[in-house]
C-alpha cells in the first residue's frame, strides 16, 4: 500500500443545483441545496483512500461545525487526519457552488486553509519524508507551496501539483515537481506565452494537461499523446479534476507507467461524475479496475 501525504485545502461545499446560471444583477430559481465535504486537498485524499492507499491529510480547518463535520468525514473515509489541526477564531473554509447547465461555478473562501503556512508544514517534515508521493494544490498560501517543492526536492519524495486555482508558479516551483496537472485555463496561467504544445514539449512526461471529457494530453519525449477519456453520463462534474489527480497521484506511486497512470485516472474521473457531490461518486479501487 502506497504512502500518500496530501497536503491541501479543507473546506464544506454549499452546492446549489440550477436549471440556469444567473447572469450579473440576475436572480434565478434554484431546484436543490445540500452541504457536503469537499476542498482540492480533502478530495484528493478521500479519492486516495478510496482508491487503496494509505492517506494523511496536512491542513487546517476552523474551531466551527463545518470543521467537525470534516474531521468526522476524513475518519469515515479511512484519511488520517492526526496532522489536519483545528484553528481558534477562524471558520472553516467554504465553496460556493452553483450546478448548472452541465457545469459547475465555484466561489472558493479560504478560511483556516490559509493557515496552512510553511512553519505549519515544518510540523509534518518526518511524515512528508516517508510518504512514496505528496499531493498539493493551490487553495493554501503561494509560499507554502513553494516550501513543500524545496523539501521534496531536498528528501527525494515525489510530487504531484495540481495548479488549481490558477496563479503563476516560479520557475523554481516548476523544476522541482515532478508532475504538473493543470487544465488548459491553468496552463495558459503557468505557461503565459508558450503554447500547449510547446508547453508539453519543454515539459515531457512531467506536465499534463487535462480536457475534461477529452482526456488528458502529454508529451512523452517523441510525440505529443491524448490519452482518452471514457464517455459516461454526468450528474455532477465537482470533484473530477479531484479525483484525476489522486487516481494519478496512486498509480504513478505504485510505479504504473505514464499512460497506463492517465488511463486509471481518466476512469477514476469519468465515475465520479455519475454522482452528486465532489465526494459523492469518487469510486472505490475495485469499480475503476473492473471498468477500465
Known sequence: MVKIAVIGSSSMDLVVTSDKRPGAGETVLGSSFKTVPGGKGANQAVAAARLGADVTMIGCVGDDHYGAAILENFKQNNVSAANVEPVTETESGTAHIILAEGDNSIVVVKGANDHVTPDFVKKS???????????????????????????????????LLNPAPARPLSQKVIDNANYITPNEHEASVLFNGLSTEDALKQYPNKVFI????EGARYHDGEKEVLVPSYSVDAVDTTGAGDTFNAALAVALAEGKSI???LRFANRAASLSVTKFGAQGGMPIRKEVEETL
Open 125 to 159: 517534515t518526518e511524515l512528508i519524508k516517508r510518504a512514496d508521493m505528496v499531493l498539493i494544490q493551490q487553495e493554501i498560501p503561494e509560499e507554502t507551496v513553494e516550501y513543500v517543492s524545496d523539501l521534496c526536492k531536498e528528501f527525494g519524495v515525489q510530487l
Open 259 to 261: 499512460s497506463d497512470s
Open 210 to 213: 487535462t480536457e475534461g471529457k
